[in-house]
T-cell receptor
């Protein structure tokens, strides 16, 4: 158990809909990262938050948005969903001030858009 | 541009044999970190091992070791005495710069699917 909690684990929805994925980082971790993993592909970085502020942005679509709340949990909002948005969405967290800085991943939220 | 290359899309290995998973990277920075993660069929990403660019010795974590050849920019993962439970996707990833406190964004390779045969 990495200590990172993601909900829901599975989600099936229709095109055009909107969903929210939730992530609680490990206790004490200030950074939250969101990644997308499409079928048989590596991870694509979407966005990073550090202590409530957006720190880095990757290949995140305009239809997607995220935020990190004062209690450090984060939400990833996906709207106007398309078939191609079907993927495994990971949240990861890391501790501040660590030279190694490995990411600890949640179990992922598997989104299926029909 | 940063890049991680894993040239082996898939590998079959006999149980109890050692296996080497290849990873080469491209960076112009002197300060970086290299990671290997395992993704079993259940989907979670599990951290295995880390190598810093300034580390003089190859990293080891139990049955995992990292064959770090800095001049060749390679960071191969070696799994000794493979087990059926090692069947999974394995990803190599890099972070640079190493000492930026708040940004631990990783660049990922495409992964290698390892299947251990009984």
């Amino acid at each position: 158990d990495s200590g990172v909690t993601q909900t829901p684990k599975h989600l099936i929805t229709a095109t055009g809909q909107r969903v929210t994925l939730r992530c609680s980082p490990r206790s004490g971790d200030l950074s939250v990262y969101w990644y997308q993993q499409s079928l048989d592909q590596g991870l694509q970085f979407l966005i990073q938050y550090y202590n409530g502020e957006e720190r880095a942005k990757g290949n995140i679509l305009e239809r997607f948005s995220a935020q990190q709340f004062p209690d450090l949990h984060s939400e990833l909002n996906l709207s106007s969903l398309e078939l191609g948005d079907s993927a495994l969405y990971f949240c990861a967290s890391s501790a501040p001030g660590q030279v190694r800085g490995e990411l600890f991943f949640g179990e992922g939220s598997r989104l299926t858009v029909l | 541009a940063q890049k991680i290359t894993q040239t082996q899309p898939g590998m079959f290995v006999q149980e109890k044999e050692a296996v080497t998973l290849d990873c080469t990277y491209d960076t112009s920075d002197q300060s970086y970190g290299l990671f290997w993660y395992k993704q079993p069929s259940s989907g979670e990403m599990i951290f295995l091992i880390y190598q810093g660019s300034y580390d003089e010795q190859n990293a080891t974590e139990g049955r995992y070791s990292l064959n770090f050849q800095k001049a060749r920019k390679s960071a191969n993962l070696v799994i000794s005495a493979s087990q059926l439970g090692d069947s999974a996707m394995y990803f190599c990833a890099m972070r640079e710069p190493l000492f930026m406190d708040s940004n631990y964004q990783l660049i990922w390779g495409a992964g290698t699917k390892l299947i251990i045969k009984p």
